[in-house]
């Protein structure tokens, strides 16, 4: 089963990309007050690959066979991260507000690519401590 690891790394780290690509691509179509945001298209697509992202997450945790310090990290921001995105897209009232919670959630997902690079719970923080 070992031998999986690497292509459900690369499954994840592929989803991670596609979620954070389209990620940018709806914050575009918000701030030009696109219609194409509230299109099926744009509100299926980041849930079927979310949904991929986090199978493979919980995949690598099983043949880890722990969850290290800095993955413990990784979960905790995804939650302030589905937070601000939800403010950006749903729940904020006006533009200023929803513009500020887009930004927010893309640097928490600077933070979270960082801490899977330097796999240390600082992530790029850890470069001003
Ligand atoms: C529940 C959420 C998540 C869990 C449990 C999780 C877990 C993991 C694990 C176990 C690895 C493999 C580490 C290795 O063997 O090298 C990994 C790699 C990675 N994860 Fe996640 N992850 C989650 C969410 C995310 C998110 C939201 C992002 C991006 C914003 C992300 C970005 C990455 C990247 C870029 C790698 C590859 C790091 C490298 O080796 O250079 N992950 N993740």
Redesign the pocket.
Same mark, same amino acid.
């Given at each position: 089963m070992q031998e999986f690891?690497p292509l459900i790394?690369h499954i994840?780290?592929g989803a991670?990309l596609a979620?954070?690509g389209f990620f940018l691509l709806r914050g575009l179509w918000m701030m030009q007050e696109s219609s194409l945001l509230t299109t099926k298209f744009a509100r299926v697509v980041p849930h079927v690959i979310d949904t991929v992202?986090?199978l493979a &997450? !919980?995949a690598?945790?099983v043949?880890?066979g722990g969850?290290?310090a800095w993955?413990q990290v990784?979960?905790a921001?995804?939650f302030v991260?589905i937070f601000l995105g939800v403010l950006a897209f749903r729940l904020a009232k006006g533009y200023g507000a929803r513009v500020l919670a887009f930004f927010l959630a893309l640097s928490v997902?600077a933070f979270?690519?960082s801490? &899977? !690079?330097t796999?240390s719970p600082w992530g790029f923080l850890g470069k001003f401590l």
């Open positions: 690891y790394k994840h780290v991670v979620s954070g992202l986090l &997450a !919980i690598l945790i043949f880890l969850v290290p993955v990784k979960i921001a995804l991260y997902f979270m690519m801490v &899977a !690079i796999k």
